[in-house]
């Protein structure tokens, strides 16, 4: 029987990780690091898991100790947050170069400076070239269900890569919410027994990791060959998201769509923020306002394709980042959306609207604000201002 | 109950604020309702403003983010009324509970608080006499389950009891509920 509980996100993962069991968790054990190991280090000291836990001296040898580990042939997970994911990047493209399949939380929060700890995407953002898979959440339940479907994406043979799980700092990670748990069996079964491609410690079959590849090697058709296996996780993260629907009730797709079939405007917008967005939709639905939020779940590999298809119906799109790119036309998200859109028939009037910086608090009035300014463009067929900043102090 | 209640709590390092909107969110669990319980995270340290936040629904809550206009306001320590504007955004119609010597009279005519229902309680007394130490929570607690009704108090006390059971003495505990009924016996209402 599933199990309704009262938990914080980074309860609820902590959870997750104590019913998968990984081989092996490294990790940093102090700020930035976030609470799941530390409650995970506690379901290690009472015996409830079988997991080496092995405790390192930075970010960066925690993500070493995860690729030592992986290539190995164990299972591995780890957890991190903004600074930390920073001094890791070196480390994850090894990881994902090598095709080893770690799972690890990273718990969105802004990269100082000036100083400050609080929600936003630039963390998930400086790593979204490094191969890893990236699954943005919603809420504490999506975090606990996207880091059980994680083992499964990451481990299949199609696939073979590092998943990266983000939900949003504070908001989700320190919040308490309402979410269901499944049985610590049902876990077990679906996300079944590791079986590794290769391992360092097979001396039955000696391999070599990582090695030296120069100007006259397959460097760029390796990375090719890496792109290509990206690419084709797409279906693979759509099947794991159906088959988790079937043993919990919960569906997952590669993007969720709310109230888009019939929508005239749009916003696009990943993590907790996606929660208000569809608050507002209601509201405005309610008083005849034809609104719609596509909530992004794999944003890397992106669904062009699909996410294109499915806002080919709309007048005015909003993509909301909660990130920078300073000097580029727009964050992340409406570049990738833009760029997305321009293989359609009809051209659709697309803006960016860059919010929540440094955790800056997203009200619903703001995103009504958002949906006003569409309503306008799609009356007038005319975009006024590409980007927009929601809740700057100007 | 309205469909969705939003509490703000205002207290200061140390007070409790963060695990009385747990123990609030936590009650609503065990009476199938959805809530979410967020405290604000800033420079914590002891004696530090601080505020945390919580809603309780009968339909699933999907926002997320601060909570602004609150239709509940809990104040955990009286010398903030002189520094923080508790009142902001606070629905006129909405409940002000305050840890304070004072009567609720004496509360609006100090700080010329304009309409909100005021209601208040000596919780830092009751806390001494009752757990021992100036924790002024779970007697908040009380206050505003008496004042505003959204919760059956003895579902409160017993989850307590069970939550409470794993980390404190018999003692702790016993005070701990002594202090939620006295205080929901003795808040004061305009």
């Given at each position: 029987m599933p199990k309704t509980v009262a938990l914080t996100g980074n309860s609820a993962c902590a959870q997750a990780m104590r019913q998968i069991n990984p081989d092996v968790v490294a990790a940093y054990p102090i700020t930035p690091q976030t609470t799941i190991v530390e409650e995970f280090s506690t379901f290690v000291a009472k015996g409830l898991v079988d997991t080496e836990y092995v405790t390192v001296e930075s970010e960066h040898s925690a993500m070493s100790a995860c690729v030592g580990a992986s290539a190995a042939?164990?299972?591995?997970?780890?957890?991190?947050?903004?600074?930390?994911?920073?001094?890791?990047?070196?480390?994850?493209?090894?990881?994902?170069?090598?095709?080893?399949?770690?799972?690890?939380?990273?718990?969105?929060?802004?990269?100082?400076?000036?100083?400050?700890?609080?929600?936003?995407?630039?963390?998930?953002?400086?790593?979204?070239?490094?191969?890893w898979i990236q699954i943005f959440c919603e809420d504490a339940q999506e975090a606990y269900d996207t880091t059980i479907q994680a083992i499964r994406i990451a481990e299949d043979n199609r696939v073979r890569l590092p998943v990266m799980i983000c939900f949003d700092g504070f908001i989700i990670s320190h919040a308490i919410d309402r979410l269901d748990l499944l049985d610590d069996e049902v876990v077990k079964k679906f996300v079944g027994d590791f079986e590794?491609?290769?391992?360092?410690?097979?001396?039955?079959?000696?391999?070599?990791?990582?090695?030296?590849?120069?100007?006259?090697g397959y460097f760029f058709e390796f990375r090719r060959a890496q792109e290509l296996a990206t690419?084709?996780?797409?279906?693979?993260?759509?099947?794991?998201?159906?088959?988790?629907?079937?043993?919990?009730?919960?569906?997952?797709?590669?993007?969720?769509?709310?109230?888009?079939?019939?929508?005239?405007?749009?916003?696009?917008?990943?993590?907790?923020?996606?929660?208000?967005?569809?608050?507002?939709?209601?509201?405005?639905?309610?008083?005849?306002?034809?609104?719609?939020?596509?909530?992004?779940?794999?944003?890397?590999?992106?669904?062009?394709?699909?996410?294109?298809?499915?806002?080919?119906?709309?007048?005015?799109?909003?993509?909301?980042?909660?990130?920078?790119?300073?000097?580029?036309?727009?964050?992340?998200?409406?570049?990738?959306?833009?760029?997305?859109?321009?293989?359609?028939?009809?051209?659709?009037?697309?803006?960016?609207?860059?919010?929540?910086?440094?955790?800056?608090?997203?009200?619903?009035?703001?995103?009504?604000?958002?949906?006003?300014?569409?309503?306008?463009?799609?009356?007038?067929?005319?975009?006024?201002?590409?980007?927009?900043?929601?809740?700057?102090?100007? | 109950m309205e469909r969705l209640t939003e509490i703000r709590w205002h207290g200061r390092g140390g007070q409790g604020a963060v695990t009385a909107a747990k123990l609030v969110a936590e009650t609503a669990l065990k009476q199938d309702k959805y809530f979410q319980a967020s405290p604000e995270y800033g420079p914590e340290r002891m004696g530090a403003p601080i505020q945390a936040f919580t809603r309780i629904s009968s339909q699933p809550i999907s926002i997320h983010c601060a909570v602004t206009n609150p239709n509940i306001v809990v104040v955990l320590d009286k010398t903030l009324l002189s520094v923080v504007n508790v009142t902001e955004g606070l629905d006129p119609d909405g409940a002000l509970v305050i840890n304070t010597d004072m009567t609720p009279a004496e509360v609006r005519s100090s700080f010329s608080i304009e309409g909100h229902r005021i209601f208040t309680v000596d919780a830092n007394k009751i806390a001494v006499e009752s757990i021992g130490k100036a924790i002024p929570n779970t007697p908040m607690l009380g206050a505003l389950l008496k004042a505003t009704g959204i919760m059956d108090i003895d579902k409160v006390a017993e989850h307590i009891r069970d939550s409470f059971g794993k980390k404190f003495s018999r003692e702790i505990i016993d005070g701990n509920v002594a202090a939620l009924t006295r205080a929901y016996r003795e808040v004061r209402s305009e």
């Amino acid at each position: 029987m599933p199990k309704t509980v009262a938990l914080t996100g980074n309860s609820a993962c902590a959870q997750a990780m104590r019913q998968i069991n990984p081989d092996v968790v490294a990790a940093y054990p102090i700020t930035p690091q976030t609470t799941i190991v530390e409650e995970f280090s506690t379901f290690v000291a009472k015996g409830l898991v079988d997991t080496e836990y092995v405790t390192v001296e930075s970010e960066h040898s925690a993500m070493s100790a995860c690729v030592g580990a992986s290539a190995a042939g164990s299972r591995v997970m780890t957890t991190t947050s903004s600074q930390g994911l920073a001094l890791m990047w070196e480390v994850l493209y090894i990881a994902s170069a090598l095709r080893l399949p770690i799972v690890m939380h990273n718990v969105n929060r802004t990269l100082s400076g000036p100083i400050n700890i609080h929600c936003d995407h630039q963390d998930s953002m400086g790593a979204r070239d490094s191969g890893w898979i990236q699954i943005f959440c919603e809420d504490a339940q999506e975090a606990y269900d996207t880091t059980i479907q994680a083992i499964r994406i990451a481990e299949d043979n199609r696939v073979r890569l590092p998943v990266m799980i983000c939900f949003d700092g504070f908001i989700i990670s320190h919040a308490i919410d309402r979410l269901d748990l499944l049985d610590d069996e049902v876990v077990k079964k679906f996300v079944g027994d590791f079986e590794p491609l290769i391992s360092l410690l097979d001396t039955e079959k000696p391999v070599t990791v990582g090695p030296f590849d120069g100007l006259y090697g397959y460097f760029f058709e390796f990375r090719r060959a890496q792109e290509l296996a990206t690419l084709g996780s797409l279906p693979v993260i759509a099947e794991v998201g159906k088959e988790f629907g079937e043993v919990s009730g919960r569906h997952y797709g590669l993007f969720e769509p709310y109230k888009l079939e019939d929508a005239e405007l749009a916003v696009v917008v990943m993590g907790s923020t996606a929660g208000t967005a569809k608050f507002v939709v209601d509201q405005l639905r309610e008083n005849g306002v034809a609104a719609g939020v596509l909530k992004i779940r794999s944003y890397r590999p992106f669904p062009a394709r699909e996410i294109a298809e499915a806002l080919s119906g709309v007048k005015a799109i909003a993509a909301m980042d909660r990130s920078l790119a300073p000097g580029a036309i727009g964050a992340p998200v409406f570049q990738e959306i833009r760029s997305a859109l321009y293989d359609n028939s009809a051209r659709v009037p697309v803006i960016d609207y860059i919010y929540g910086l440094g955790g800056r608090d997203v009200p619903p009035a703001h995103i009504e604000k958002v949906f006003s300014h569409l309503a306008q463009i799609a009356k007038s067929g005319k975009i006024d201002q590409v980007v927009n900043y929601l809740g700057l102090k100007e | 109950m309205e469909r969705l209640t939003e509490i703000r709590w205002h207290g200061r390092g140390g007070q409790g604020a963060v695990t009385a909107a747990k123990l609030v969110a936590e009650t609503a669990l065990k009476q199938d309702k959805y809530f979410q319980a967020s405290p604000e995270y800033g420079p914590e340290r002891m004696g530090a403003p601080i505020q945390a936040f919580t809603r309780i629904s009968s339909q699933p809550i999907s926002i997320h983010c601060a909570v602004t206009n609150p239709n509940i306001v809990v104040v955990l320590d009286k010398t903030l009324l002189s520094v923080v504007n508790v009142t902001e955004g606070l629905d006129p119609d909405g409940a002000l509970v305050i840890n304070t010597d004072m009567t609720p009279a004496e509360v609006r005519s100090s700080f010329s608080i304009e309409g909100h229902r005021i209601f208040t309680v000596d919780a830092n007394k009751i806390a001494v006499e009752s757990i021992g130490k100036a924790i002024p929570n779970t007697p908040m607690l009380g206050a505003l389950l008496k004042a505003t009704g959204i919760m059956d108090i003895d579902k409160v006390a017993e989850h307590i009891r069970d939550s409470f059971g794993k980390k404190f003495s018999r003692e702790i505990i016993d005070g701990n509920v002594a202090a939620l009924t006295r205080a929901y016996r003795e808040v004061r209402s305009e």
